[in-house]
Nanobody, 123 residues
Framework: QVQLVESGGGLVQAGGSLKLSCKVS????????MGWFRQAPGKEREGVSC????????DYADSARGRFTVSRDNRKNTIYLQMNSLKPEDTAMYYC????????????????WGKGTSVTISS
């Protein structure tokens, strides 16, 4: 059974930082490209960041570039999202997701999803 379990969300003030984690089980982690997505209330789910199965390449949404850093530890089957300089508009449910390597992150094309962790940024 494949499981993706996010953690690390919470309530912080604008300008603060959070580090999200996503622990993966039930699949061979090294075979999967991993992504972070988010969905704010009343809005569609959007991509935040995507990281290659090797960890050597990553991509970011314009809204995240320069403030967020994605990483992965293939020994621990875990990916991370370090979020700095947080803004109220970053408030959302954050999800991690997996897609078979050879493809890239796309909100409509991921193979597996976690249930999300809530991030709230107060102004």
């Amino acid at each position: 059974q494949v499981q993706l379990v996010e953690s690390g969300g919470g309530l912080v003030q604008a300008g603060g930082s959070l580090k999200l984690s996503c622990k993966v089980s039930g699949l061979y982690f090294g075979d999967y490209v991993m992504g972070w997505f988010r969905q704010a209330p009343g809005k569609e789910r959007e991509g935040v960041s995507c990281i290659h199965w090797s960890g050597r390449t990553a991509d970011y949404a314009d809204s995240a570039r320069g403030r967020f850093t994605v990483s992965r530890d293939n020994r621990k089957n875990t990916i991370y999202l370090q979020m700095n300089s947080l803004k109220p508009e970053d408030t959302a449910m954050y999800y991690c997701a997996a897609v078979t390597r050879g493809t890239w992150c796309d909100v409509s094309g991921m193979d597996y999803w976690g249930k999300g962790t809530s991030v709230t940024i107060s102004s």
